[in-house]
Nanobody, 119 residues
Framework: VQLQASGGGLVQPGGSLRLSCVVS????????MSWYRQAPGKRRDLVAS???????NYADSVKGRFTISRDNAKNTGYLQMNSLKPEDTAVYYC??????????????WGQGTQVTVSS
């Protein structure tokens, strides 16, 4: 199983980016998907998560600005980021719980995509 994250880049404050995370490999079902971020010298923090049924949760710092979604048919998760601030600058990582069968699962990480918010 592999997770491929993409969509990062350099954007001015107030701008938008959309991150994607494609899950590939031997998949029975994809459970919860999440996005984390890690700024230099800081710990990796949860940004948003979404269940298989598309119930979402957000860190307080991104509520109202970020939207997490998923397309189960495409095995893909998304993070739409609007009204970006310099403090959103970080490497963003996707995470997914992938089931090999109805009961056995493992958690996987993508490789990270850099988001830089700067004028």
């Amino acid at each position: 199983v592999q997770l491929q994250a993409s969509g990062g880049g350099l954007v001015q404050p107030g701008g938008s980016l959309r991150l994607s995370c494609v899950v590939s490999g031997s998949i029975f079902e994809i459970g919860p998907m999440s996005w984390y971020r890690q700024a230099p010298g800081k710990r990796r923090d949860l940004v948003a998560s979404i269940t298989t049924g598309s119930s979402a949760n957000y860190a307080d710092s991104v509520k109202g600005r970020f939207t997490i979604s998923r397309d189960n048919a495409k095995n893909t998760g998304y993070l739409q980021m609007n009204s970006l601030k310099p403090e959103d600058t970080a490497v963003y990582y996707c995470n997914a719980r992938v089931f090999r069968n109805s009961v056995a699962f493992s958690d996987y990480w993508g490789q990270g995509t850099q988001v830089t918010v700067s004028s």
